[in-house]
């Protein structure tokens, strides 16, 4: 019970290092080398493996005596700008101003306990931090703020319980860009390097005949060899027969177009061509009655790494969705951040609604969807070029979105990309999905846990209950 546990400040379990390492952006030899640049964009309340930026040894060296390392095992917390981020760092890494690192005393803490009591206190964290133009949280308040410490063996048994949560919702996101780096290689395999139509060409400018052509297609499909195609026909020949029939639909000669040679019989279309483009809309803040509902409003914070959009930070009610009939979009939308934060890419779940910010497509045809994700997310660069127009901030409008030229492949073809990806994309959405519901149950249990309302045992003993099979 927390009764029974003493409060200690932070600083009586822990010691901090802040981060100094801030080399002039103006010397390129300061950075890309093989040391890891932790900054605040790179916490993520979780592990933090790698950083999004690395230094040299003499970018490194530019801090003089504050170029020090933050140790493998210890954790970083942001100082300023978005205050309490977290992360539990696997690696030596160095830190810019805007972090501070807390090297915990494993003699009376565990890591992992400290770090759900800081989560929990991201509130009070964030009221800590003081300043007049820019809020900075100083470790010498960070140090003075008080926590509940039960005994060494009840910390590592509570951050267990939420650890084992962590880490599946962990694996679900590794998986999940496995599998979408998998979709990813058959589209730029068929539609931006055209490997079956060039294998077939090859073919057949080598003197084989059609079925030679045919069988090159399957391979480059495929990336089975000779002898695996001829196994794959006598063992699964259902899977070599359908492997067959998409081969069958690439083409075997190129043609010139405006975006440069593209497969024989395929054209350049507008991306208005592909769907009804909607420009999202904020109904009235004024009208409380608008929100609070249960049909998402996606923006653009919630497009961040996301296939998929399964959690939306607002929610319209069906009055505030009603007040903007035209700007609904359904299950299968594909939306496209357009304003500010330019080529962020996600799919809606169900019937949605989006801010100004996004441009949505509604594919004519579902087949439609899983190309044109990855069809935008290959046009980042393109989509920030459209959208500079010399303005401070970036803004590509719906008319110039509508008429980006994008290539479009036979419906025979965008119909076998949907196939080859349905099963891919539908295991990613379900593993989102199992991670959103494992994160309300840890962010259920957190506060349960660390006060001492639930027991360890009495977690067990429901996460056992929960796992049993129902009686048929």
Not at 389 to 418: C, H
Request: one cysteine or more; charged letters at 20%; hydrophobic letters at 40%.
């Amino acid at each position: 019970m927390t009764s029974e546990w003493p409060t200690v400040q932070l600083s009586d379990c822990a010691e901090f290092q802040e981060g100094y390492v801030n080399p002039s952006q103006r010397n390129s030899d300061f950075f890309d080398g093989p040391i890891k640049w932790l900054r605040a964009v790179d916490l993520n309340d979780s592990v933090v493996s790698d950083t999004t930026r690395t230094l040299s040894e003499k970018g490194f060296r530019s801090a003089g005596k504050s170029a020090l390392l933050f140790e493998p095992g210890s954790l970083a917390i942001s100082k300023s700008g978005t205050i309490g981020r977290l992360g539990i760092l696997e690696d030596y890494m160095c830190g810019n101003r805007a972090v501070i690192n807390i090297r915990v005393n494993h003699g009376i803490c565990d890591k992992h306990y400290i770090f759900y009591v800081l989560k929990s206190k991201r509130a009070e964290i964030e009221s800590l931090a003081t300043g007049s133009v820019q809020k900075n949280l100083y470790t010498s308040v960070l140090g003075s703020m008080e926590l509940d410490l039960p005994p060494l063996e009840t910390q590592k048994a509570i951050a267990s319980q939420l650890w084992s949560l962590d880490k599946k919702i962990q694996l679900n996101h590794q998986i999940n860009q496995t599998l979408e780096q998998m979709a990813q290689a058959i589209f730029k395999s068929w539609f931006v390097d055209f490997e079956p139509v060039k294998a077939k060409i090859a073919a057949l400018e080598a003197g084989g005949s059609e079925e030679d052509a045919l069988l090159a297609a399957m391979q480059a499909i495929s990336g089975k060899g000779e002898a695996e195609l001829t196994r794959l026909q006598t063992e699964q020949p259902e899977q070599y027969a359908e492997l067959r029939a998409t081969a069958e639909l690439f083409p075997s000669a190129m043609q010139e177009s405006e975006l440069g040679e593209i497969p024989a019989g395929w054209s350049v279309s507008p991306i208005s061509d592909f769907g009804r483009i909607v420009c999202g809309k904020t109904p009235s803040k004024q009208k409380s009655e608008f929100y609070g509902g249960h049909i998402p409003f996606i923006k653009i914070p919630d497009m961040h790494g996301n296939m998929f959009a399964t959690t939306t930070s607002d929610h319209l009610s069906p009055m505030g969705a009603a007040s903007q009939p035209k700007k609904a979009i359904p299950k299968g939308s594909v939306c496209v951040s357009c304003i500010a934060t330019v080529g962020q890419v996600v799919i809606a779940t169900e019937e949605s609604h989006t801010n100004q910010q996004i441009n949505s497509i509604i594919p004519f045809e579902d087949n439609y969807t899983a190309y044109l994700y990855f069809r935008m997310e290959s046009l980042y660069e393109h989509l920030h070029d459209l959208a500079s127009g010399g303005s401070a901030t970036l803004n590509l409008n719906t008319g110039s979105f509508s008429r980006i030229q994008i290539l479009m492949p036979s419906d025979s073809i965008l119909a076998g990309y949907a196939k080859s990806c349905t099963a891919l994309l539908d295991r990613i959405l379900c593993n989102m999905r199992e991670s959103q519901s494992l994160s309300i149950l840890r962010d259920t249990l957190l506060p349960k846990l660390l006060s001492g309302e639930l027991s360890v045992p009495d977690v067990e003993d429901q996460l056992a209950e929960d796992a049993e099979p129902a009686n048929v």
